[in-house]
């Protein structure tokens, strides 16, 4: 297999620790992607605690179809997800939207929300073209948000409350692998796949994750451990994101850390200013998503997330999906604005203007889920 060139000295995703050559899918699957996995749990994003004593339960809070709701042309269900753990309980909510006119099992998205209710608002009085749900519904798509804050809060705090609050022997006591908000927020986007799995009008065999920035992030963190998801759609998620971490022309690991620390586990503060002693780099995250679908965008003014960066590291996963005898990214060459890249497994687009997720970020994400998903 011809490697693309390796502009940024990344470590090669073909080789395992021990200097073992990944030559074939089976070696990936096996060998590379568990070790891979282990390091981003360990080294970056921290790992869940043991959940086994952790009751889950899951139900419809509320169901409805009416006029006043997208005009009748979809119903909307409240679901309510309840942890429970040595007599501490812990619940968020999130709305799905599913056609009204859905007689087979339809697709959907699945948004990590990292803003207000404006941009998620289940009574549609707020239409954010960051969550377009008309247009989603319009184009045969079910989807669902649910709000980071309510999992776990966008902010330094402790780990008392949220999801964390569950484990409260962590506060005291907190190994340096433990997890981040990031892993918090992605536990939750799986959350609401077990849910898909029991609704008969969703297909959950083709469901995408999809966030914008820190949710980017979470985006492609959650479908790297849950492969359930058939596609993971980032917006912008830059540094610790899709954007490689050397030669970094925007945010490095230290600004990102000096900010939100608590995104990610303390191990990670290991690499601040020592980029080069990164075991991995973002490109082994895309990575462990293969062979499913990933599709990234980035806009012409964030030059903080690094565009160049972002699309070099999907030129750098491309070799796993090589693997299993498909094409990854269609070419190596950055496209130019407003020239979307829908062809291989790894889809791309590069949209003037700022660091957002608009209603053209969907219609490429739709549109690509349309060929592929």
Not at 338 to 347: A, K, M, S, V, W
Request: aromatic share 12%; net charge negative; hydrophobic share 35%.
């Amino acid at each position: 297999m011809k490697l693309p060139e390796n502009k940024r000295n990344v470590p090669s995703v073909l080789t395992c620790m021990d200097g073992t050559e990944v030559t074939d899918w089976e070696i990936w699957l096996t060998k590379r992607r568990p070790e891979l996995l282990e390091l981003f749990k360990r080294e970056e994003y921290g790992r869940l605690p043991d959940m086994s004593d952790v009751e889950l339960r899951i139900r419809v809070a509320d169901s409805r179809q009416s006029e006043d709701i997208l005009e009748g042309r979809a119903v909307r269900k409240t679901v309510e997800v309840l942890a429970v753990r040595r007599g501490i309980h812990f619940s968020f909510c999130f709305v799905v939207f599913i056609p009204a006119d859905a007689i087979k099992p339809v697709p959907a998205f699945v948004t990590v929300c990292n803003r207000g209710i404006k941009d998620s608002d289940p009574a549609r009085h707020f239409l954010s073209p960051f969550y377009p749900v008309e247009t989603i519904i319009s184009r045969g798509y079910a989807c669902a948000a649910f709000r980071t804050q309510e999992v776990s809060p966008d902010y330094e705090e402790g780990f008392t409350t949220g999801f964390s609050r569950l484990f409260p022997e962590f506060v005291t006591d907190r190994p340096d692998d433990a997890w981040g908000a990031i892993t918090a927020w992605s536990w939750a986007a799986s959350r609401i796949m077990d849910y898909f799995e029991t609704e008969p009008l969703i297909d959950e065999r083709r469901v995408a994750l999809v966030g914008h920035s820190r949710g980017g992030k979470t985006a492609l963190w959650g479908a790297a451990q849950d492969e359930r998801f058939a596609m993971a759609v980032s917006s912008c998620a830059g540094n610790s994101g899709d954007a490689l971490s050397r030669g970094a022309k925007g945010e490095r690991i230290k600004d990102i850390l000096t900010r939100f620390p608590y995104w990610f586990c303390k191990n990670y503060q290991k690499y601040m200013e020592k980029e080069e002693t990164l075991p991995f780099d973002q490109h082994m995250l895309l990575g462990l998503i293969a062979p499913r679908l990933v599709y990234t965008s980035s806009k012409t003014f964030d030059k903080w997330a690094d565009p160049e960066g972002q699309f070099e590291s999907l030129v750098q996963a491309d070799p796993v999906y090589r693997l299993f005898g498909i094409e990854g990214l269609e070419t190596d060459k950055k496209p130019l604005p407003e020239q979307p890249l829908y062809q291989g497994r790894i889809g791309h687009h590069y949209k003037t203007g700022n660091h957002d997720m608009d209603e053209y970020d969907w219609n490429c994400y739709l549109n690509y889920a349309d060929i592929h998903l």
